[in-house]
């Protein structure tokens, strides 16, 4: 009967775990609904933006002159990673977070070797892997996705570039998850400062811009950067809840899977004790006929 009772408990305590799963999947089902179209609205402003900033760039009389366009090697690195706050997502915050350590020890190997490269962590699992993985943390950003909004994530993006301005950093690079749906996600690398500059970037010179072309772009690329920290951080968010609801629904699967396994376990135990008990009963009637 022991073995019927541990049976029991192990069926008791996977019923609530896949309750508390089942639930989950359908909190990240409902926040990623919402998480999705938000990346489906903002899409179409990135990329126009893009554009006109491209044609900016494009009428530039020598783009490498602006500060945000630095071509210099870089000697003093940040490296932006971008995570989730929770857990339960499957590898979502470990993949991204190997991803940034091996950006930084393929690309910034030197640098690192100084000491002159440093982490920014926007979420908890981030941070909490970096500093296990002994990498250096400059700051971490936790209460960002608590109410993720364009006027908390405008000041993180304008305080990035105050200190690549002011030469704090040469190089800022963010490091995230981007949504592609539900079920994918993958990481990506993108250079925040300076902007790279290409040869196709100065060719034309037919496009007249008032009051100035250095003056409007003076006033875009705080605005484009603004816009990148915004769309790194939607994406990601969406990508963390795709990847929230997946891990749940295959948790919740597995429960289910597990719950069928041990139910016929435990009936063919039951099944077995009672028929022990019905043999123990015959056998006491013979031996008192007898």
């Not at 963010?174 to 500059?197: D, G, H, K, S, W």
């Not at 950067?225 to 969406?238: N, Q």
Request: with cysteine.
């Amino acid at each position: 009967m022991s073995g019927l009772k541990e049976l029991r408990s192990r069926i008791g305590s996977i019923k609530t775990t896949r309750q508390v799963t089942s639930a989950m999947k359908m909190v990240s089902a409902a926040k990623l609904k919402r998480a999705q179209d938000n990346v489906i609205h903002f899409r179409p402003y990135v990329k126009h933006f893009d554009n006109i900033l491209s044609t900016v760039l494009k009428g530039a009389d020598h783009p490498e002159d602006l500060l945000y366009l630095s071509s210099k090697t870089p000697e003093k690195v940040l490296v932006v990673l971008v995570s989730s706050n929770r857990g339960l997502c499957g590898g979502f915050n470990s993949s991204v977070t190997n991803a940034a350590i091996q950006a930084v020890r393929t690309d910034y190997f030197k640098q690192h070797q100084r000491k002159n490269v440093r982490f920014l962590a926007i979420g908890k699992q981030g941070d909490r892997l970096l500093r296990g993985q002994k990498m250096p943390v400059a700051d971490h950003i936790n209460e960002i996705f608590d109410q993720l909004n364009y006027e908390q994530v405008a000041k993180i993006a304008d305080q990035l570039t105050r200190d690549y301005l002011n030469g704090t950093y040469d190089r800022i690079e963010l490091v995230y998850n981007e949504f592609i749906n539900a079920a994918q996600y993958v990481q990506r690398r993108e250079v925040f400062l300076p902007l790279p500059v290409s040869e196709q970037d100065k060719i034309t010179k037919d496009i007249i811009f008032e009051p100035s072309n250095s003056e409007i772009l003076g006033s875009m690329i705080p605005w484009a950067l603004r816009i990148l920290m915004y769309k790194v951080l939607i994406y990601s968010f969406a990508a963390e809840h795709g990847a929230r609801m997946t891990a749940m629904h295959q948790a919740t699967d597995n429960a289910t899977e597990l719950l069928g396994e041990l139910s016929l376990q435990y009936n063919k135990a039951r099944q077995a004790a009672i028929t022990g008990e019905i043999l123990e009963i015959t056998g006491g009637a013979e031996a008192l006929r007898k």
